[in-house]
């Protein structure tokens, strides 16, 4: 078996003990051989000492810590062990360069746009009434070109999200789940709680697959690069929110495998109970896996792999090697 992502629901105290990371709760220890993680994804209340984070980084193990309501606080980052000066400067040199940056960031903003449209066709195809939806963001996708700033991209890209959410009630068919707006913090209705969760854990899946390339995720071109931890996860998440995180939400409502009772009231809104994030995250990390197959490596990839191929991709336009085309879901 290969590597897997630990995820800490847990509260409690993690503890090293050799190669083993050691989580000691009030009902008892777990062990996680440090040689089977891959990542590491913390929702408890949980202490680390710096044993454990000497740990993590000998081992290139970078570890993401969210709040009690479920809000991606940051990461543990390691020392990078792939980073590159020579790639940082590529990466510097585009950002600076309004053509070269406008390029990449038309590039995620076109990618998510086929992706969204991917979704409802496929909904719309099994019966749901998507259509007008469908036709806006089809629409908005041959305006992509024609944007000429970060700020008019993003816009676009955000009139194509409003659009595409009108589309979940049609799709979810639920009123427990009424979309109504967008609301991040705090979520005011089930929907968006689901929304924010799920678009988290995307982000910190790219970051995590980022940290094992020779990119520094600090420097995006689509989102900017400010005061911001980190901005290439933001980009490359673009493309990857409506097949990972938009398609997970359709089916844990529409399985009915997160419900009404599943969520709870807290500072004004509206969050996932522990039990219920734990279902979400289980759900995602099967969907991480699962495989499509590759046009151009004529073999199957897991979900997980085709975002590390992605920023591999992004790479070798970096350096001049392949222009960068986004992957678009084919199903």
């Given at each position: 078996?290969g590597k897997q992502t630990a995820y800490i ?323």
């Amino acid at each position: 078996m290969g590597k897997q992502t630990a995820y800490i629901f847990s509260d409690g105290s993690l503890r090293r003990q050799g190669n083993t990371l050691c989580l000691e709760r009030e009902d008892g220890k777990r062990h996680i051989p440090i040689q089977a993680v891959r990542d590491v994804f913390v929702f408890g209340e949980v202490d680390v000492n710096k044993r454990v984070l000497e740990l993590l980084s000998q081992h290139e193990i970078i570890m993401h810590y969210f709040s009690y309501y479920g809000y991606y606080m940051g990461s543990f980052y390691p020392r990078e062990h792939y980073n590159s000066g020579y790639m940082t400067l590529k990466q510097a040199e585009y950002y600076l360069d309004e053509e070269r940056r406008m390029c990449l960031a038309r590039s995620f903003v076109g990618g998510a746009l086929r992706n969204l449209a991917r979704v409802l066709l496929y909904y719309g195809n099994r019966g749901k009434n998507v259509e007008n939806e469908l036709d806006y963001i089809n629409k908005l996708q041959e305006r992509v070109c024609e944007q000429d700033s970060i700020e008019q991209l993003m816009a676009l890209e955000g009139n194509a999200r409003r659009q595409y959410y009108q589309a979940f009630d049609a799709i979810l068919e639920n009123p427990d789940f009424a979309f109504e707006r967008r609301t991040r913090r705090p979520p005011e209705n089930r929907l968006n709680a689901l929304i924010s969760f799920c678009n988290s854990l995307v982000y910190t899946t790219v970051l995590s697959e980022a940290y094992k390339t020779h990119l520094d995720p600090r420097i995006g071109f689509l989102h900017s690069t400010t005061s911001r931890r980190f901005s290439l996860n933001l980009d490359v998440a673009e493309i990857f929110k409506p097949l990972l995180a938009d398609r997970l939400i359709f089916t844990l409502v529409g399985k009915r495998m997160i419900k009404v009772s599943s969520f709870d009231d807290g500072r004004g809104g509206i969050f996932l109970k522990e039990s219920s994030r734990k279902t979400v995250v289980e759900t995602y990390d099967e969907r991480l896996k699962q495989t499509i197959k590759h046009k151009q490596l004529r073999r199957d990839v897991s979900y997980r792999e085709l975002i590390r191929l992605e920023l591999y991709k992004i790479q070798k336009h970096l350096m001049g090697e392949a222009e960068y085309t986004p992957f678009e879901a084919r199903w």
